[in-house]
């Protein structure tokens, strides 16, 4: 079966330092991954996805991740973040399971929380 | 386009009664999804629809829930018989069947309590 797992619940970090959100995913056919992010009583944002090609991805608000395919993981960066960013993460992954790429499954999401 | 919007944004309700929540999905996009999510947890697929066909549902979907899209445009998920188990964030999310990998664009979901 297909999963996704993020290997930390929350990640404290102080404002301008790196950041990285780690994910896995476990799938025997191709798939397309995604990262998410939801603020306190909001939906999900998309803030980036590895479709195919370059494995480093980029994204919005400064985010990028890499695609490792023999590591399965999709691990999400960022050189410097804002306190602005403390929100909850979730990687995602769809693939040709169950008929198609018809479906996301997730995390259990990273809560990121930047101190000043 | 004013992105997914769901109604209602909270719902409280006492075990045993019946809610009803409706999703309406950006307007050219021909796919539209349910999600529910825990506390603490990821979002977890209930069922999708591709214009007005539901095309598949989720054992987490049990005979108490039924949703349905009537003429491909928005969407409704009935709970019947609430339980305390119910209580969860209901999203909903919506593509175009040709847009890149399947993105989804989500609503700001339905905050279900069931008392």
């Known amino acids: 079966a297909q999963s996704v797992t993020q290997l930390d619940s929350q990640v404290p970090v102080f404002e301008e330092a790196p950041v990285e959100l780690r994910c896995n995913y476990s799938?025997?056919?191709?798939?397309?991954l995604f990262w998410y992010v939801q603020y306190p009583n909001q939906g999900l944002q998309l803030l980036l996805k590895?479709?195919?090609?370059?494995?480093l991805v980029k994204g919005i608000n400064g985010f990028e991740a890499e695609f490792n395919k023999s590591q399965t993981s999709f691990h999400l960066r960022k050189p410097s973040v804002h306190i602005s960013d403390t929100a909850e993460y979730f990687c995602?992954?769809?693939?040709?399971?169950?008929?198609?790429?018809?479906?996301?499954?997730f995390g259990a999401g990273t809560r990121l929380a930047v101190h000043p | 386009d004013t992105g997914v919007s769901q109604n209602p944004r909270h719902k409280i309700t006492k075990r045993g009664q019946n809610v009803t929540f409706r999703c309406d999905p950006i307007?050219?996009?021909?796919?539209l999804y349910w999600y529910r999510q825990t506390l603490g947890q990821g979002p977890e697929f209930l069922t999708y629809?591709?214009?007005?066909?539901?095309?598949?549902k989720s054992r987490l979907l049990s005979d108490r829930f039924s949703a349905e899209r009537p003429k491909g445009s928005f969407s409704t998920l009935e709970i019947q018989r609430t339980e305390q188990g119910d209580s969860a964030m209901y999203l909903c999310?919506?593509?175009?069947?040709?847009?890149?990998?399947?993105?989804?664009?989500f609503g700001p979901g339905t905050r279900l309590t069931v008392l």
């Open positions: 999310a919506s593509s175009w069947i040709q847009g890149h990998g399947n993105e989804q664009f």
């Open positions: 799938s025997s056919v191709s798939v397309y």
């Open positions: 590895y479709l195919s090609g370059s494995t």
């Open positions: 995602a992954v769809s693939g040709r399971f169950s008929g198609g790429y018809n479906k996301l499954i």
């Open positions: 307007s050219e996009h021909n796919r």
């Open positions: 629809f591709q214009n007005e066909a539901q095309l598949e």
